[in-house]
């Protein structure tokens, strides 16, 4: 897809979305989403976010790459976990099962990087009561991949927590933990599985799993996408990690190197800078490289110039 495209569709983004026939609306920092009874519409915007902020402007194309790969990848891991998935009736649309949301994210890691990286760097041997041993390097491989789950917080960053803490707290129960935490290694697996094929690297991911009405545990919010997941480029690993140099990586990091670069890590006192037309066609070029490596498939805009009518006429909406 050309620049002149993305340009072209700058004035035309998904930024919010307001559709009062959907039921009840949440907004979070990407999707809004709507409740009514048992049923669920998740609509994926062009809205980014870093460092807990959502930022001014918006990214042409993105809600439509993100919600299609994780709608490819609800696909490809279906017979691992069911999914909450009922029908994707529109580019930036997912309709699915209302469930209630288990309070925990299951975070599944295979190397050493982000904020495990951090804390290991720190004099830290243990996360989410898993021990680490000594001489592990940044972005090294770990002995075996971890589940080093989270809680959910409603402000700021998420907490590490064990499992056995999640138990004593009564966040949920053990049978249910046991549960989540085999699918989340059965989905890793089969997450790293799938990036080596594309000649990529799952380093780290998260995995949200929710409880249908019925009482059944189902893989929920997204999978496997950018958003929710760190790769690296196999191909210079083995170099760059025998060099201690940065790695290569198919995710949104470049985003917040900018916005380090121009003074903003999300600080209360620091100002939001302006994303500029060329940075934002930028994104949206990275974000298609992104989709294009992870699924092997093209990516086809829809270019509608009204993207919330082309999203009502596909929900039916009067």
């Given at each position: 897809?050309?620049?002149?495209?993305?340009?072209?569709?700058?004035?035309?983004?998904?930024?919010?979305?307001?559709?009062?026939?959907?039921?009840?609306?949440?907004?979070?920092?990407?999707?809004?989403?709507?409740?009514?009874?048992?049923?669920?519409?998740?609509?994926?915007?062009?809205?980014?976010?870093?460092?807990?902020?959502?930022?001014?402007?918006?990214?042409?194309?993105?809600?439509?790459?993100?919600?299609?790969?994780?709608?490819?990848?609800?696909?490809?891991?279906?017979?691992?976990?069911?999914?909450?998935?009922?029908?994707?009736p529109d580019p930036n649309v997912?309709?699915?099962?209302?469930?209630?949301?288990?309070?925990?994210?299951?975070?599944?890691?295979?190397?050493?990087?982000?904020?495990?990286?951090?804390?290991?760097?720190?004099?830290?041997?243990?996360?989410?009561?898993?021990?680490?041993?000594?001489?592990?390097?940044?972005?090294?491989?770990?002995?075996?991949?971890?589940?080093?789950?989270?809680?959910?917080?409603?402000?700021?960053?998420?907490?590490?927590?064990?499992?056995?803490?999640?138990?004593?707290?009564?966040?949920?129960?053990?049978?249910?933990?046991?549960?989540?935490?085999?699918?989340?290694?059965?989905?890793?697996?089969?997450?790293?599985?799938?990036?080596?094929?594309?000649?990529?690297?799952?380093?780290?991911?998260?995995?949200?799993?929710?409880?249908?009405?019925?009482?059944?545990?189902?893989?929920?919010?997204?999978?496997?996408?950018?958003?929710?997941?760190?790769?690296?480029?196999?191909?210079?690993?083995?170099?760059?990690?025998?060099?201690?140099?940065?790695?290569?990586?198919?995710?949104?990091?470049f985003v917040r190197d900018w916005?380090?670069?121009?003074?903003?890590?999300?600080?209360?006192?620091?100002?939001?800078?302006?994303?500029?037309?060329?940075?934002?066609?930028?994104v949206t070029e990275r974000y298609?490289?992104?989709?294009?490596?992870?699924?092997?498939?093209?990516?086809?805009?829809?270019?509608?110039?009204?993207?919330?009518?082309?999203?009502?006429?596909?929900?039916?909406?009067?």
């Amino acid at each position: 897809m050309d620049a002149d495209r993305i340009y072209a569709f700058l004035d035309h983004t998904l930024d919010i979305t307001h559709f009062d026939d959907l039921g009840e609306r949440y907004q979070g920092k990407v999707r809004d989403t709507y409740r009514r009874n048992g049923d669920l519409v998740l609509i994926t915007t062009d809205r980014i976010s870093s460092f807990d902020h959502i930022l001014k402007q918006s990214i042409p194309f993105k809600g439509q790459i993100l919600n299609r790969t994780a709608a490819y990848f609800f696909d490809a891991t279906a017979d691992i976990v069911p999914n909450h998935v009922r029908e994707v009736p529109d580019p930036n649309v997912t309709v699915a099962t209302a469930c209630e949301a288990l309070p925990v994210e299951f975070v599944m890691r295979g190397y050493l990087a982000g904020q495990a990286w951090r804390l290991y760097d720190a004099g830290e041997r243990s996360i989410s009561g898993v021990s680490l041993p000594d001489g592990l390097r940044q972005n090294s491989p770990l002995p075996d991949p971890i589940l080093t789950p989270a809680t959910k917080a409603e402000e700021g960053h998420d907490e590490n927590i064990s499992r056995s803490e999640v138990i004593e707290r009564g966040i949920i129960e053990g049978a249910t933990f046991d549960q989540c935490a085999a699918y989340a290694r059965a989905l890793y697996e089969r997450g790293a599985e799938m990036a080596a094929e594309r000649d990529l690297i799952l380093v780290d991911t998260k995995y949200e799993f929710g409880r249908t009405p019925d009482g059944s545990i189902v893989l929920i919010d997204e999978v496997h996408t950018p958003d929710c997941s760190r790769y690296f480029y196999a191909d210079g690993y083995e170099e760059r990690l025998a060099a201690d140099e940065p790695q290569r990586q198919l995710s949104k990091e470049f985003v917040r190197d900018w916005l380090r670069d121009h003074g903003f890590t999300g600080q209360p006192d620091q100002t939001m800078p302006d994303l500029p037309d060329a940075l934002r066609v930028r994104v949206t070029e990275r974000y298609i490289e992104l989709y294009e490596q992870l699924t092997g498939t093209a990516f086809d805009a829809d270019e509608h110039p009204d993207p919330q009518q082309r999203i009502r006429e596909a929900l039916g909406l009067a």
